[in-house]
């Protein structure tokens, strides 16, 4: 593709030199990152063209130029509801008035995204939002500008892997409460009095946008049936996983995937695996060396005491993929730390549970399993460890059901028991939101995303008038239409 074709994303910053009090210290250094991250994924499909200390005229002028072909806009500075304050020749702020900058914004036909991290531009947002088809994000209040180099930096860090505006939003939002909590550090001093809601909002109808990138196809291969909705599954995954590695060895993280049976649990889990964690380690440097080993440990004991739940999840562990030499009642956790090991330094175990078979002793064995066997069993190993639980409730569960089946538990049970085991570790633990079933709309957005020139029929003959179907109806539909493509088949 030539430079001349290509897309364009526009990033533009203005400080104020003249005034040390307004200084944005972190904001140049915002801008570069962004752009060489840009650059270095999206380079060869987007031409990044960035404009540092902007005044007017130069904004107008890269409009001028590439206004056919800009697809994402971002303004980087000091701003306040109805005006960005871009600098003159001397370097003092310069003001641009709101009403005609979203006159000109609007008058781009491929500007799909506009990102405004200055102080309090909401209603300049509002306004775009409201009049045109894009998706904004812009501040409620005067913000920190290195809470706004964090956030900006996980936008675009997601945005450029493949994630629509909405998906990108959230991990950065997720990433800015990690880094520097909830509270005043993320606003401007003279507002560190009040406290207030997250500073940066989301406007518009079509926040389901991404970047036009072929490689988010390729990278997914035979598993893009795999890759319908889960999105905020995927993105809470990835965030606990991207700070495993950079922690020591033999410090475990542990999820919490819980939904109604016909959610396809499992499945989630092998996305996890085959795309998300292959694709993050594949943008590590040459020679990490990450070796991945995975377990799925099939039975988990419902019935007994505890000690006998404990000796019979163990042989299970061990049956799992016939380990040697560590089946016995004597068998504890370091005999299984030594063989792993010798395997793999990303080791991966998922255990699968009925909701209906949930007991005390069920809360009890969990706790043992994960505290004990596992996060101290794993202290000082030479791998990193990842621990998905299944829970799969009944496809429908009311109290009539439950009394039926003479059931104690309720689903609201379960939840307060994972809320409890997470409060005893909460930097290792990640309950992932419910899996829901799929609707129409799922569909339509995994078809725009992967085959918008094939299959845009495809959600009315999967749904055929229904609502919503169970995601094992809709993965098995997507796979055979995929494999009917690609034996030349019309759909």
């Not at 439950?402 to 290792?428: C, H, Y």
Request: hydrophobic share 40%.
């Amino acid at each position: 593709m030539s430079k001349e074709t290509k897309s364009v994303i526009f990033l533009a910053y203005a400080n104020d030199r003249a005034d040390p009090a307004n200084y944005l210290r972190n904001l140049v250094t915002e801008v570069r990152n962004i752009r060489h991250l840009l650059e270095d994924k999206v380079g060869g499909v987007y031409e990044i063209v960035s404009r540092g200390n902007a005044n007017l005229e130069d904004i107008l002028r890269v409009f001028d130029q590439y206004g056919e072909r800009i697809e994402v806009f971002h303004f980087a500075g000091h701003a306040d509801s109805w005006q960005l304050m871009l600098e003159d020749a001397a370097g003092h702020a310069q003001a641009a008035g709101a009403a005609g900058l979203n006159e000109l914004l609007l008058g781009q036909k491929k500007l799909r995204l506009v990102f405004l991290n200055g102080c309090t531009t909401w209603q300049q947002a509002a306004d775009l939002a409201e009049k045109g088809e894009l998706a904004v994000i812009a501040t409620s209040r005067s913000i920190n500008d290195q809470a706004a180099a964090i956030f900006s930096g996980r936008f675009y860090e997601r945005l450029a892997d493949g994630s629509s505006v909405a998906i990108a939003f959230e991990a950065a939002q997720t990433k800015v409460h990690i880094q520097m909590g909830q509270g005043r550090s993320l606003y401007w001093e003279a507002q560190q009095e009040e406290e207030l809601e997250f500073p940066w909002q989301l406007y518009g109808r079509h926040t389901d946008w991404r970047l036009a990138l072929p490689g988010v196809k390729k990278r997914s291969g035979r598993l893009l049936h795999l890759m319908c909705d889960r999105d905020p599954q995927a993105e809470s995954f990835l965030d606990r996983f991207e700070s495993l590695l950079s922690r020591e060895a033999g410090d475990p993280q542990y999820y919490f995937i819980h939904g109604p049976r016909g959610e396809r649990h499992k499945s989630l889990v092998r996305r996890f695996r085959e795309i998300e964690i292959r694709h993050h380690l594949g943008r590590m440097p040459a020679g990490s060396g990450v070796l991945v080993d995975f377990y799925d440990v099939p039975f988990w004991p419902t019935t007994g005491d505890l000690d006998m739940r404990k000796r019979n999840l163990k042989r299970s562990i061990a049956r799992s993929r016939e380990l040697p030499g560590i089946v016995g009642s004597k068998w504890e956790s370091p005999a299984l730390m030594a063989l792993l090991a010798q395997r793999g330094n990303l080791v991966v175990f998922q255990h699968q549970l009925a909701a209906e078979k949930w007991d005390s002793t069920t809360f009890r064995l969990l706790e043992w399993y994960i505290h004990d066997f596992w996060m101290a069993g794993s202290e000082g190993a030479s791998f990193h460890f990842l621990l998905f639980v299944n829970i799969v409730y009944p496809e429908k569960w009311g109290s009539f059901l439950r009394r039926f089946l003479g059931l104690a538990t309720s689903r609201q049970d379960i939840w307060e028991d994972m809320q409890a085991l997470k409060r005893k570790t909460p930097e290792n633990c990640t309950i992932l939101a419910e899996l829901q079933p799929i609707t129409p709309e799922d569909v339509a957005a995994w078809v725009d995303t992967y085959f918008p020139d094939n299959m845009q029929h495809l959600p009315g003959t999967i749904f055929d008038k229904q609502k919503r179907l169970p995601m094992k109806v809709v993965e098995t539909q997507l796979k055979l239409a995929i494999e009917r493509l690609e034996r030349g088949e019309l759909l």
